[in-house]
Structure formats: C-alpha cells, structure tokens
C-alpha cells in the first residue's frame, strides 16, 4: 500500500501547486466540451453529406489556419501575456460553438455553415492551442515541467473517453445540437479559470519585445538543434499522414465494421483508454527523449496496419488500445522534449511549430486520408498512415544510432589523433 502511494505521489506531484490543480480541473472541462463538439460535428456533417471527402474537408478546413498561422502564432506569444491572449481566444470559440448549435438546434445548420464556424473555430485554436502548452511551463518548477505536461496529456486523453461518450448519449436523448451547447458552456469553465491563476505563483519570464525577423530567429534556432528539429519533422509525418483516425475511424465504424454513431463513440473512448494508459505511464518516466519519439512512431505504425484488417469491432478495440497507447507516446513525449529543449524566450515559437506540424498539418493528410478511404476503402487510409510512421520512426532511431557512434568514435580516439585531427 505505501509503495502504491508513493507511486500516485510521483505520478500526480505537479498537482501539489495549486495553479497546476486550477489549470488541471478547469481545462479537464473545457477538453472535454471540445471531444463533444468533435464527435458531433463529424456526425453532423455525416448525416449531411454522408461523404468521406467531406469530412477530410471539414478536417482541412478547421486546422487550415494552424497550417498558414501556426508559425506566426508563436511570435505573438512570445510577444504578449499568454492568459491574456488565452483569454480572448477562448470567447472566440465559445461564441462559434453556441453559434453551430443554435443552427442545428433551429434547425438551419448547413454544410458552408459548419465549415465556416469550424473555420472560426480553428482560427482560435491557432494562437490558443501553442499558448496553452507554454503555459503549462510556467506553473509548476522547471523540475517537474515534464511531469506536468505528461499529466496535461492525461487531461487531454481524460476528456478523450468523456467527450465522446457524453456526446454519444447526447445524441441519442435530446439532440445533436446541445452538443455545441455543452461545449460552449464548457468554454466558461475555462475562463474561470484564468482568472482564478494566481500571477504571482507563475513562473513567467517577460514578454519578447517587438523586433523584426523574429520568425525567422525562431525557424533558424530550431534547425540548428537536433532535439527540436528531429521531433519536429517526425511530427510532421506522423501528424500529416497517420493522425488521421478523425476522419477514418468514422467510415471503419460504419462502413467496414457495419456500426452504428455508438460503435464510433465506442471506438473511439477505447482508443482514448489506451492514450490514457499511455499518458500515466509517461507521467511518472524520469526521460523521455528523442529515441523514445522514434520508438513510439514504430508501435503506432504496427498498430495502425493492423486497424486496417480489424475484422470486428472486438478486436478493431483491441488493436485502438494499443494504437492510443503508441499515439500518446508520439504526441505529448513530442510536446516534453520540445519544452524542454526549448529556451524560454523561444518557448512560445518552438510549440507553435510544433502545432503547425502535428495539427496543421491535418488540412493535408485530412483530405488524403479521405480520399484514399473513398477511392479504395478505409484500410488504405490506414495502411498509408501505417507506413508512414514505421518510415519516420526507423529513420529517427537510425539518425540517432549514427549520431551516437560518431560521437563514440571521436571520444574513444588517442588524444594524439584528436589533436592532429
């Protein structure tokens, strides 16, 4: 029992600092809101069109602006105070969710309707999402950055299996439409909870004063170290061609596994379990590295492969375990090792890059990924999301093994050829 403690304390230590535990309960809400809109607005735009090419455009149209934006986003983080700025986008999208359902609750929802609120929403989302990760840097000690934001994942994959489940009995009782009703409401949560963060408890460095080329700065600081730019192009891969279960595990569900709206909710609250499982087994790793990142990739591809010929629901469920597990890994160890590789007055352009690659990015693979399910059945989406990963993961862990032996030959050489060398 006391080893059982110890583990917990370890695990959940970030929540010792109370702007951790506001941030921690206030978000839980707030993502969890935004997993009832997700699942809703792929619903919706199924039950309107009933085309997997209009749901990999609805994907590319709300994360089209993080894709053109994202890098600038994390200029103008840098450049202002994030709960400020965190503030103002979190009303934008309040606005656009009780927008969508009051459409659909009248109902006068439209397919240009829903893209163009998704666009809003996404356009939010741009200069949210990166200054929420920075955020949570600045809320606990520099010691347990990687704790938190591991537990920040935790939240995320939480609201994972909440969020579609709510949104699924939604659905079923009073409507699709108070699915963007509760999402606003959750929005107000989070507001509360900015302002509640005690400012003098943050451990915040002045904002970045205006200057020209800034972006520029930040591109060049990036490609310049391998931590940040090894994850970052394996993110971008992995982001833009096997990250695409949004758009995918619909059409499996229905169309390859013959299910109902339910059997998508409850493929995806399982694959939302394995992230979960994965996310608390991160929490309490004292590395996580770049290896770790390639390794990941590898299982997330397997497994990805493997979705493709899941004859049944049973084991398609038993494969997403496995595959939300690996996915995690990739996701927010990527987020860990950005955050601390990254230094402070760069944080902010750093993690936008990193939103621009693994979500940007999805206006190009969302599409992809929608038109191969379409032309060639949903297993080829997969299996080109499966080789990709594979791909991108085995040539980290090679990048990496060569680095290393380079490094092992010039510090075993005699001092003598060192010198002459």
């Known amino acids: 029992m006391t080893r059982f403690r110890n583990a917990t304390a370890d695990t959940f230590r970030s929540l010792r600092h109370k702007n951790f535990r506001i941030f921690f309960v206030t978000q839980g809400i707030s993502f969890t809101g935004t997993w009832v809109q997700l699942v809703a607005q792929t619903l919706l735009i199924l039950r309107l069109t009933d085309s997997g090419t209009a749901l990999g455009l609805l994907t590319a149209i709300q994360f089209a602006p993080t894709l053109v934006l994202g890098a600038w986003a994390g200029v103008v983080i840098d450049r202002h105070d994030k709960r400020r700025l965190m503030a103002i986008t979190t009303t934008a999208m309040l606005l656009a969710a009780l927008a969508l359902g009051l459409l659909v609750l009248a109902d006068r929802a439209t397919v240009p309707l829903v893209y163009l609120l998704a666009a809003v929403l996404g356009l ?12 949570v840097n600045d809320l606990v000690p520099a010691a347990e950055v990687s704790n938190a934001v591991s537990l920040n994942s935790t939240l995320v994959t939480s609201a994972r299996i909440v969020g579609p489940a709510l949104a699924g009995l939604l659905v079923v009782t009073v409507g699709i439409g108070w699915c963007f009703v509760v999402n606003a409401a959750s929005f107000v949560a989070a507001l509360v909870g900015l302002w509640l963060l005690d400012a003098s408890a943050l451990r915040s460095r002045p904002p970045v004063a205006r200057a020209k080329g800034q972006l520029r700065a930040g591109l060049r600081y990036v490609s310049s170290i391998d931590d940040l730019r090894i994850p970052l192009l394996l993110m971008a891969v992995v982001g833009t061609l096997s990250f695409n279960f949004q758009v995918l595990l619909p059409l499996l569900a229905k169309r390859d596994l013959g299910g109902t709206d339910g059997t998508y909710t409850l493929l995806t609250t399982v694959f939302s379990v394995g992230s979960l499982v994965g996310s608390l087994r991160m929490a309490r790793r004292q590395v996580i590295d770049t290896r770790f990142l390639g390794l ?6 397997i497994t990805t492969g493997a979705l493709a010929f899941a004859p ?30 990254a230094s402070p007055e760069m944080r902010g352009r750093v993690l936008a890059l990193f939103t621009v690659v693994f979500i940007g990015s999805t206006p190009i693979g969302g599409p992809i990924a929608g038109w191969a399910a379409e032309e060639f059945g949903t297993g080829a989406g997969l299996l080109i999301g499966a080789v990709a990963a594979v791909a991108a993961g085995l040539a980290v862990l090679a990048f990496l093994r060569n680095r290393d032996a380079l490094v092992n030959s010039s510090t075993s050489r005699p001092p003598d050829v060192v010198a002459a060398a």
């Open 124 to 135: 939010a989302n741009t200069f949210d999402n990166p200054a929420r990760r920075t955020l």
């Open 296 to 301: 990941s990739a590898v299982v997330l591809g």
């Open 312 to 341: 049944n629901v049973v084991v398609a469920g038993a494969i997403l375990l496995v595959t939300g597990y690996a996915g995690i890994g990739v996701l927010s160890g990527g987020n860990a090792v950005l955050q601390m590789a």
